[in-house]
């Protein structure tokens, strides 16, 4: 079952996405060479703190963290610890969310430590980018779960990959329903599955956690021995972007960024959605 949620919930969610917001512009200040991925954590930890915020990635099947510190090429759920420490050239997705009465928000972003990086790296994480942002475009009423999918993959497909070859669309993992759970249904493919049907419709109260991983190589990953660390097979390095996303009747409201959407949307021809907060 889809939670379809009342405009007063998406204001709370709303919340919560804007300390997903803070933990963001806070650990992007500090992913330096020379930081551990566990002192990130440590400032996850301080800003749900001070927003009197739950964590909701701490203790989460047994997940020992606050946060996702996913390095090179680790793609999603790396564990953060005093023995990570950043160098100048890494990336890094960091992933986070937070509960505020019980509504959870839920985003991620890569980032780029120090210098040097080659031009294929700084490509691959815009078309990783902008390809959630094409996924977002497609939450209109009327659209159905499969258009979001197939708005994330077709941008990734008509991207060339600098030296030639294809991006791999990550298979194993993908974006999801977000309420009063961090996961929920419907489970949000970033590729089109014709066995999969083409979903529920979008409609208004309707909220997704939209989150294209993408690799320079491999689409197939294997966990590590801590259960957790997922990495390409190949090694290959990857991107990982989310935002949590409401479907209103005035339109999409992106609930983990700090303008709600309103300039990135304007530049693919959408209006986002009013602030419930504003």
Not at 205 to 214: D, H, K, S, W, Y
Request: charged letters at 20%; one cysteine or more.
């Amino acid at each position: 079952m889809v939670q379809i949620k009342s405009p007063e919930q998406i204001a709370k969610m709303r919340e919560a996405g804007l300390v997903v917001a803070a933990i963001h512009a806070a650990t992007r200040e500090a992913a330096v060479p020379g930081a551990t991925t566990k002192d990130l954590d440590q400032v996850a930890r301080k800003v749900l703190a001070d927003h009197n915020a739950k964590p909701n990635f701490l203790g989460y099947g047994g997940f020992p963290a606050t946060i996702c510190t996913s390095v090179n090429e680790v793609v999603v759920h790396g564990i953060p610890s005093d023995d990570v420490v950043l160098k100048d050239g890494d990336v890094i997705s960091i992933d986070c969310g937070a509960i505020i009465d019980g509504w959870h928000g839920d985003a991620a972003y890569t980032a780029f430590v120090g210098s040097g990086h080659s031009p294929e790296l700084v490509e691959l994480s815009r078309v990783t980018e902008e390809s959630m942002w094409a996924g977002i475009a497609a939450m209109k009423q009327g659209n159905r779960l499969v258009d979001v999918s197939r708005a994330i993959e077709t941008y990734i497909r008509r991207q060339p990959k600098p030296g030639g070859g294809k991006y791999g669309i990550i298979e194993d993992y993908g974006g999801h329903g977000i309420g009063t759970e961090m996961h929920m249904d419907p489970h949000l493919l970033n590729y089109v599955d014709r066995k999969r049907g083409k979903g529920p419709k979008l409609v208004p109260g309707f909220c997704l956690a939209i989150e294209p991983m993408v690799s320079l190589g491999t689409p197939r990953t294997e966990v590590l021995e801590d259960d957790w660390t997922v990495i390409t097979t190949d090694g290959t390095w990857s991107s990982h972007w989310e935002h949590s996303v409401a479907l209103t009747e005035q339109g999409p409201l992106v609930l983990t960024a700090v303008d709600g959407g309103k300039a990135k949307l304007a530049e693919l021809g959408i209006t986002a959605a009013p602030d419930p907060l504003a």
